[in-house]
Each structure stands twice: as structure tokens, then as C-alpha cells.
């Protein structure tokens, strides 16, 4: 069986940094795009940002220049660093992940989620 455990958040104050982190553990065998995802109250979940296997990267418009995405393959393990937060940014954060286990096909796997809050 396969899970994600994140990791990071809390509170920050506008302009601070918080760093994500998202573990897969289990049966897995092989995994391929990760990223993060979020969902503030009353609003869809959207995407923040992705990685694949080999690190090229995609962030949502609002973040880019802000957060970076990065991984550890080695540890199955994504990781988002958030600099110059926003009151905006404030949302549960989600990471996703691609995972083909052992016994199964590729599926896409989600965390529980780590609230996120910005404000002073």
C-alpha cells in the first residue's frame, strides 16, 4: 500500500517562507510526476506546482518566481519552498503523486493535505 505524508505548514507572516515536504512510502516501484496542489475555502483545488521525473518543472502563474518545487528521488520525497508569501497564498496544500506499486498500475496518490495560513 502506498501513502504521501506531508509535512511544513503552519502560520507565516506575509513576505515569510514556509517549506513543504511530501514522503511516499509503501510498495512503490517507480514514481513519476509529483506536485503540489491547493484549496482555499469556497475555491477548487488548483495546481501550484509539478516536477517529473527527470526535474522539469511547471508552477502556476501567481507562484512562479515565489516557490520552487524540487525533489529527492533517492528518498521519494517532493518538497516545496515557499519564499515572500501572500495573505492569497492561505490554503490547505495537497501533494500528488504518480505511483506505479509493485502490484498495480500507475495511479495518482494524494497527501492529506497541511493547512497553510498567511497572515500577520
Known amino acids: 500500500q502506498v501513502q504521501l505524508v506531508e509535512s511544513g505548514g503552519g502560520l507565516a507572516q506575509p513576505g515569510g517562507s514556509l517549506r513543504l515536504s511530501c514522503a511516499a512510502s509503501?510498495?512503490?516501484?517507480?514514481?513519476?510526476?509529483m506536485g503540489w496542489y491547493r484549496q482555499a475555502p469556497g475555491k477548487q483545488r488548483e495546481m501550484v506546482a509539478n516536477?517529473?521525473?527527470?526535474?522539469?518543472?511547471n508552477y502556476r502563474d501567481s507562484v512562479k518566481g515565489r516557490f520552487t518545487i524540487s525533489r529527492d528521488n533517492a528518498k521519494n520525497t517532493v518538497y516545496l519552498q515557499m519564499n515572500a508569501l501572500k495573505p492569497e497564498d492561505t490554503a490547505v496544500y495537497y501533494c500528488?503523486?504518480?505511483?506505479?506499486?509493485?502490484?498495480?498500475?500507475?495511479?495518482?496518490?494524494w497527501g492529506q493535505g497541511t493547512q497553510v495560513t498567511v497572515s500577520s
Open positions: 500528488s503523486a504518480d505511483i506505479y506499486s509493485d502490484d498495480g498500475p500507475l495511479r495518482l496518490y
Open positions: 509503501g510498495s512503490i516501484f517507480v514514481i513519476n510526476n
Open positions: 516536477i517529473r521525473s527527470a526535474g522539469e518543472t
